[in-house]
């Protein structure tokens, strides 16, 4: 080579440095526009017609009717659908699935028979279920083995997958025995259950385990408040809030007992779940300290459920609504049988159809279609504490959307065909079929990857 033509290279080289990103850095970001017939804003319940939604990379930059769209920016019509935030599950279960068969739903046996690693890989599928019937936030509270949450979390943060935004809590924390009674070999030698359930019996135990579930990624702390008659005080309560707040988590309380529940909110719990054992004067009390309830109300299916269990869940629901109870959307989801398919044809429901089949429990309790899709977006985004970056359709916020036909806030069924879903700005559903393939890579791209990425 020239000297001439080694300068020429040289400078061909700096002149291509100059426009390909180096490693580390982000490519110029693409930029959508989505054309949306409706746009829902779920915080006032109302609907604008023909909108554009401009989404650069993973977040939205500009949403109005009159946006002028970018030149080279790919165009999504959604013209006949209407467009809404994503969907929140304030409580479920990703990791654990227990069946009538082999374990006769009797769900310790789960434990004992599915590793973490295989249960982990059942909450990635869970996850893309979840995600293609439109959740695209979960917190996902315990029973998930020995840490899978947390390693969900990273998995889908780093791209490795489709899936929601998983707030996982990592290991339930308990007094002796959890929410379960386990025998002597199993408490005594932790060789069994155990990791299941994290006993803490002291200030020092709960401290240590709260710290333990944060150092190995948990997002929320899960508290079983009232499982034994030796359940946590309020003073137990309140250590568990100050110490989880340093790690920029909140608190909730799976309450069981009347008493359990007035402890909870008597130290100032942030979210409860289960709404079996309160009393309309504990709603009166929840809507008063804004505390939020993921009451877990199941509906009565041909799969699941009973009459009379799911009357008493109507009632409750209804009067925590009555009462301004700050309500999400929870289903505490971890079952699966037989029956669970479509009556008309045939086919399994996914995990995402049978979560979203819990509005059945909102509807025959009369509360209204805006309110119900208050408490699977907004209520939701808060009790998950992610509302400063996920949830709302504005500028500035992750693009994490979905889209289906008809109007949801008169008919809610109408979440049951979620037509089109984005996340992160990308497109994981279109005309009602999951179109993954942008989600998959061949190493991770985000860093950092740790389990602490706040
Ligand atoms: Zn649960």
């Not at 006949?80 to 374990?103: C, F, N, S, W």
């Not at 020995?146 to 996982?168: F, H, K, N, S």
């Not at 505390?291 to 009459?307: H, S």
């Not at 992610?386 to 693009?399: D, F, L, S, T």
């Amino acid at each position: 080579m020239t000297k001439r033509a080694q300068i020429g290279l040289f400078l061909l080289l700096i002149a291509a440095a100059a426009v390909i990103p180096v490693s580390g850095q982000s490519q110029p970001a693409r930029i959508t526009a989505i054309r949306a017939g409706r746009l829902i804003d779920p915080e006032t319940g109302t609907a604008a017609a023909n909108q554009i939604i401009l989404v650069e990379g993973e977040k939205i930059t500009g949403v109005g009717s009159n946006l002028a769209i970018p030149a080279g920016a790919s165009v999504i019509d959604l013209s006949r659908l209407t467009v809404m935030p994503g969907l929140v599950d304030a409580h479920t279960h990703m990791a654990i699935t227990y069946k009538e068969q082999p374990e006769n739903n009797y769900y310790y046996l789960t434990f004992v028979m599915e590793s973490t690693p295989l249960r982990a890989i059942q909450a990635a599928s869970n996850g893309i279920q979840m995600l293609s019937s439109g959740f695209t936030v979960v917190r996902d509270v315990g029973n998930n083995a020995l840490y899978a949450d947390t390693a969900l979390r990273q998995a889908i943060e780093q791209g490795w997958l489709p899936g929601p935004t998983v707030i996982p809590s990592g290991p339930i924390i308990g007094a002796t025995g959890g929410q379960f009674w386990p025998t002597p070999e199993m408490y005594k030698y932790h060789n069994m259950m155990f990791p299941e359930y994290i006993d803490a019996n002291s200030p020092d135990e709960i401290v240590r385990a709260i710290r333990e579930n944060m150092l190995f990624g948990a997002r929320t702390i899960k508290l079983c408040v009232d499982c034994k008659p030796w359940g946590y005080s309020v003073d137990d309560i309140k250590l568990a809030i100050r110490e989880a707040a340093k790690g920029g988590c909140k608190v909730e309380g799976h309450v069981q007992t009347p008493e359990g529940a007035q402890r909870a909110i008597d130290a100032g719990i942030y979210i409860i779940a289960h709404g079996n054992a309160l009393t309309p004067e504990h709603h009166r009390q929840m809507a008063e300290k804004g505390i939020f309830l993921a009451g877990t109300d199941t509906p009565f299916t041909n799969y699941r459920g009973a009459d009379a269990a799911f009357k008493q869940t109507v009632a409750k629901l209804k009067d925590a609504w009555e009462k301004k109870v700050p309500l999400t959307f929870s289903t505490d989801f971890d079952y699966w049988n037989e029956r669970m398919k479509d009556q008309k044809t045939g086919e399994w429901l996914t995990r995402g159809d049978l979560s979203i089949a819990f509005i059945e429990t909102w509807k025959a309790a009369g509360i209204p279609a805006a309110d119900i899709l208050r408490a699977m977006t907004i209520n939701g985004y808060k009790a998950a504490d992610v509302i400063n970056e996920r949830g709302p359709i504005k500028a500035g916020m992750y693009a994490d959307l979905i889209a289906v036909s008809g109007d949801p806030l008169s008919n809610i069924d109408a979440l049951r065909n979620v037509q089109f879903v984005m996340k992160n700005g990308m497109v994981f559903k279109k005309d009602g079929v999951m179109t993954p393939e942008s989600f998959f890579h061949p190493g991770p791209v985000k860093t950092p990857s740790g389990r602490w990425t706040r």
